[in-house]
Antibody, heavy 120, light 108 residues
């Protein structure tokens, strides 16, 4: 059973960079047929896809966040990461990592999520 | 850019009743690329249906999905108290790659 676990600072100052890592266990991120995704949810709001990465390094980003986001995969550590630069209060959210099934386009396994607050 | 809408915003029903949730996309999408999720407070979303009508592993058969083109439906027959949650549909398309609807809250 694949498990995903987010980690990273829970508090980030405005204008700084938010960095999170998702550790994957029970499956290699090099397994064929999968991307690895980040999704966020602002307090009381809906789900927002941030982007997805393939173990080869190919990335896909939400157009609304593309200019500030970098997602990368580390196959040696079986994990993938998210960076959002120049953060503002509007980036305060629960950040989820998820397994993205390429054939169906669905997110079939999720981490528990981690709250990141942007505040000075 | 494909826009995904859901209706109603909130659905209040009693145990044993049937819930019908609607998801519409601004452009036609392949049924292969339409998914539904359930999210309970404080939890991560859980995949219910993929490919518009395929139940994910472990999902009870009272959950069923249907639809094609721009109109899709999630039906929950015989509602149970634990089905209280927010339900999201999501499409997988060229750009952006993934788009979620705003969600339907089901109150039981």
């Amino acid at each position: 059973q694949v498990q995903l676990q987010e980690s990273g600072p829970g508090l980030v100052k405005p204008s700084e960079t938010l960095s999170l890592t998702c550790a994957v266990s029970g499956q290699s991120i090099t397994s064929s047929g999968f991307y690895w995704a980040w999704v966020r949810q602002s307090p009381g709001q809906g789900l927002e896809w941030i982007g997805s990465v393939h173990h080869s390094g190919s990335t896909f980003y939400s157009p609304s966040l593309k200019s500030r986001v970098t997602i990368s995969a580390d196959t040696s550590k079986n994990q993938f990461s998210l960076e959002v630069n120049s953060v503002a209060a509007s980036d305060t959210a629960v950040y989820f990592c998820a397994r993205h099934a390429r054939n169906w386009g669905s997110l079939d396994q999720w981490g528990q999520g981690t709250l990141v607050t942007v505040s000075s | 850019e494909i826009v995904v809408t859901q209706s109603p915003g909130t659905l209040s029903l009693s145990p044993g009743e049937r819930a019908t949730l609607s998801c519409r996309t601004s452009q036609g999408v392949s049924a292969d690329f339409l998914a539904w999720y359930q999210q309970k407070p404080g939890q991560a979303p859980r995949l219910l249906v993929y490919g518009a009508s395929n139940r994910a592993t472990g999902i009870p058969d009272r959950f069923s999905g249907s639809g094609f083109g721009t109109s899709f439906t999630l039906t929950i027959s015989r509602l149970e108290p634990e089905d209280s949650a927010v339900y999201y549909c999501q499409q997988y398309g060229p750009s952006p790659l993934l788009t979620f609807g705003p969600g339907t809250k089901v109150e039981i």
